[in-house]
């Protein structure tokens, strides 16, 4: 065997390619061989940097191209909010633009409401004397003020405990179920007869008129007003 003298291979004294796969023994190189930005873009192969291959924190936001983070890429329950321990989300970070559609459905649970009749569809809906739910009737004073949504997706038989009860926020609808408030995106939405929910347009002479919200592409804002009125539908809006 030929000994090298005492000095080192520098590297322009290796040609072009005259290392390639297995001349280098698997775990020979560490961290400590490379030098300050030797590894760049189109330097790892695809999936040879596997999870646990990145010690933990070492990776952080500005190691982090933008838009690189990408729907599948976060593990369920991977970020955490300010009720957990460590949270990883800051205050006020989240904006109402940040969210996907029907990502958040602002509605009170089940509090024990009984449906007095069967509510189907989007329905607004009132609370009886008797304590019960009820659809809520612009045209009856027995049936009005309406208190809530009742989505599509609660609709429940007579008799049945109201899960689902849509007080404020944004409520999508399936199509068809806004029939009466399509293309009104923008404009104020009212309590119409059984339990409908209609614009302006639709409240009749004699009607009581009550704010339940605005109209959005795709559903309804909910932000219900319990001031009823009648005969001046334009102090409503």
């Given at each position: 065997?030929?000994?090298?003298p005492?000095?080192k291979i520098?590297?322009?004294q290796?040609g ?5 796969s ?7 190189i560490?961290?400590a061989h490379m ?10 192969g695809?999936a040879?940097?596997t ?13 982090l191209?933008s838009?690189s983070?990408a729907?599948?890429?976060i593990?369920?329950?991977?970020v ?9 989300i800051?205050?006020g ?10 990502a958040?459905?602002?509605?009170v649970g ?6 007095e009749e069967?509510?189907s569809g ?11 739910l ?8 027995l049936?009005m003020?309406a ?10 038989l007579?008799?049945s405990?109201v899960?689902q ?6 409520v999508?609808?399936t ?25 302006s347009?639709g409240?009749?002479s004699?009607?009581?008129a009550?704010?339940l919200g ?9 932000n ?5 009125l009648?005969g ?6």
């Amino acid at each position: 065997m030929i000994a090298l003298p005492g000095w080192k291979i520098g590297f322009d004294q290796i040609g072009s390619g005259s290392i390639g796969s297995g001349h280098i023994t698997s775990g020979t190189i560490g961290k400590a061989h490379m030098a300050s930005g030797a590894v760049g873009s189109g330097s790892v192969g695809d999936a040879s940097v596997t999870s646990g291959s990145i010690a933990s924190g070492s990776v952080s936001k500005d190691h982090l191209s933008s838009c690189s983070v990408a729907s599948g890429h976060i593990a369920s329950g991977a970020v955490k909010g300010g009720v957990s321990s460590g949270p990883n989300i800051a205050s006020g970070s989240i904006d109402k633009y940040d969210m996907g559609s029907g990502a958040i459905v602002p509605a009170v649970g089940s509090l024990g409401f009984v449906s007095e009749e069967t509510i189907s569809g989007f329905a607004s809906v009132c609370l009886t004397s008797g304590g019960f739910l009820a659809l809520a009737m612009a045209g009856s004073g027995l049936r009005m003020p309406a208190i809530g949504i009742v989505p599509a997706q609660a609709n429940v038989l007579s008799g049945s405990t109201v899960t689902q009860l849509v007080t404020a926020g944004l409520v999508g609808v399936t199509s068809g179920l806004d029939a009466t408030w399509s293309g009104q995106a923008g404009n104020s939405l009212f309590v119409g007869s059984g339990g409908r929910v209609i614009a302006s347009g639709g409240i009749v002479s004699g009607q009581l008129a009550q704010k339940l919200g605005m109209a959005v592409s795709g559903g309804m804002y909910v932000n219900v007003i319990f001031r009823v009125l009648s005969g001046n539908i334009d102090s409503a809006k």
